[in-house]
């Protein structure tokens, strides 16, 4: 969870452009990385072979080589879109078929890229487990889920209950004091919109 923690941010705005958003899009890419890291020296190395295939994988250059097998990289994507499923499985699914089962000679002439192939390979061979791995996450994000909601319900109750002393202070202090509270009141909006885009970023 620690490494995760560490690479996520390199990776999010490559899902991002996949349309892999949300808790769905965390779930599949930590059991991809998952996957990864079994091919790969360490976790530095497995992020980065994870970045390099989804940067690659709508790229000109490996369009082309799809194109050459038959696929439209932009149609199997909104195909992915369209049916709820991840394109890292759409795009897995689709190499294992077309380089039939993973051989090597197909595989390098879809992806010329080492580091896009030392991701590939991992997949191919651990799809199943890298399916089972992914569900067991999304099982787990309902019970993360439930207590984010049972957290920010409390954080609301709390922000009720001071905006009602806030206005009971005003009758109380009156107009002369309203502007510093109104100003410390402005700054903890600011602190809760960077926190809310921070969240929805992903």
Do not use: C
């Amino acid at each position: 969870m620690r490494d995760m923690a560490t690479y996520f941010p390199q990776l999010t705005a490559s899902a991002k452009s996949l349309g892999m958003e949300g808790v769905k899009g965390v779930s599949d890419m930590a059991a991809a990385l998952q996957i990864a890291r079994r091919g790969a020296g360490d976790a530095s190395t497995a992020a980065n072979n994870m970045a390099n295939f989804l940067g690659k994988i709508m790229s000109p250059e490996v369009a082309k080589r799809f194109k050459k097998f038959g696929v439209d990289v932009t149609k199997e994507l909104k195909k992915a879109h369209k049916q709820g499923i991840s394109p890292i499985e759409h795009f897995i699914k689709l190499v294992d078929e077309k380089t039939k089962g993973g051989q090597a000679d197909l595989l390098g002439q879809l992806f010329g890229d080492k580091q896009v192939l030392d991701f590939v390979r991992p997949m191919l061979s651990d799809f199943k487990d890298y399916l089972r791995i992914r569900e067991e996450a999304e099982k787990a994000s309902g019970t993360v889920a439930e207590a984010y909601a049972r957290r920010m319900q409390d954080a609301n109750e709390r922000l009720k209950a001071l905006q009602l002393r806030i206005q009971n202070s005003a009758t109380i202090i009156g107009a002369g004091l309203l502007e510093p509270i109104a100003s410390v009141a402005d700054y903890f909006s600011d602190i809760f919109d960077t926190i809310d885009k921070r969240v929805t970023v992903f």
